[in-house]
Nanobody
Framework: QVQLVESGGRLVQAGGSLRLSCAAS????MGWFRQAPGNERKFVAA????????EYADSVKGRFTISRDNAGNTVFLQMNTLKPEDTAVYYC???????????????????WGQGTQVTVSS
């Protein structure tokens, strides 16, 4: 069973920064999605198995960066210049698929973490 543990979410002022972490039991292609109240879950960022390729939603390009640690089991989401519309529960999924490119669809992921709340105040 794949275990995913997210952390790092908290209340922050607009314009501030946060770094989310997602610790996995092994190395997998992984991503970050978010869900605001009343909204569907949406893609934020993804990274492939090696860490050599990443993908971002247009709404976060230039502000968010997804990366892995050296061991590869932990994935980070560095979030800069945060906006109130970034407020959501952030989820970190992992996939057993072995494609070269990062996965941007939530249906591609097999396992999901419990989520971490990010709140950006204006």
């Amino acid at each position: 069973q794949v275990q995913l543990v997210e952390s790092g979410g908290r209340l922050v002022q607009a314009g501030g920064s946060l770094r989310l972490s997602c610790a996995a039991s092994e190395r997998y292609p992984m991503g970050w999605f978010r869900q605001a109240p009343g909204n569907e879950r949406k893609f934020v960022a993804a990274i492939n198995w090696s860490g050599g390729r990443t993908e971002y939603a247009d709404s976060v390009k230039g502000r968010f960066t997804i990366s892995r640690d050296n061991a590869g089991n932990t994935v980070f989401l560095q979030m800069n210049t945060l906006k109130p519309e970034d407020t959501a529960v952030y989820y970190c999924p992992a996939t057993l698929s072995t494609g070269f490119y990062p996965y941007t669809r939530d249906s591609a992921y097999n396992y999901w973490g419990q989520g971490t709340q990010v709140t950006v105040s204006s």
